[in-house]
């Protein structure tokens, strides 16, 4: 599907518009249409009500835009010992056994189903993200023997880095991603 297709652009936006969408469709199509065509009009509503099934299943344990704000917000506000302590509770929810690294370039050891995963979170806070940060976290991942590593960051990263990021596959929890991990946590609070 093209980046910027219709039913891309409605996969990215918000669940409920490809509802409101398909709905328009339908009424247009009922009120419009001559009567023997008018069923396979309505019918062509369907596409719609489907990406907007389909978006708001992606979409349902993720934060609003509002709540994601919010969330990298307070993230920022708070110290290493809370932001670490919120993140290790989140991967504990993902069924991850968390361990606090030796290595200075990654800060947490993540273990599952046999996998482990180098995160380095400590500059979360940063304006801005290069590739050193990167390629420490890279080099530690391929001494330890891990099979993944991550980086955490509020702030995107900048080209060269994202493009590092990329070509070792590197996941990059950030905005979305770092919010709804961020979101589990409170969301098992009472």
Not at 35 to 59: D, E
Not at 154 to 181: E, G, K, W
Request: with cysteine; charged share 15%.
């Amino acid at each position: 599907m093209a980046e910027n297709s219709l039913f891309a652009i409605l996969l990215r936006s918000r669940w409920w518009i490809s509802f409101l969408v398909g709905a328009a469709w339908a009424l247009l199509a009922a009120a419009l249409v001559p009567q023997p065509y008018k069923m396979i009009a309505i019918l062509g509503s369907l596409p719609f009500w489907a990406v907007g099934f389909v978006a708001f299943v992606r979409q349902y344990d993720q934060p609003t835009p509002a709540q994601q704000q919010a969330i990298l917000e307070t993230a920022a506000q708070q110290s290493w010992g809370e932001f670490s302590q919120q993140l290790e509770r989140a991967w504990q929810i993902e069924g991850y056994t968390v361990q606090r690294s030796q290595d200075p370039a990654a800060d947490f050891v993540l273990q599952r189903n046999g996998k482990t995963t180098l995160v380095a979170a400590k500059r979360w806070k940063a304006a801005a993200h290069g590739v050193e940060p990167l390629r420490a976290l890279h080099q530690a991942m391929q001494t330890q023997q891990a099979q993944e590593c991550a980086y955490v960051c509020i702030a995107p990263l900048q080209d060269s880095a994202q493009r590092f990021a990329d070509t070792q596959q590197i996941a990059v929890l950030s905005q979305l991603t770092l919010a709804t991990l961020l979101q589990k946590p409170m969301m098992q609070q009472p």
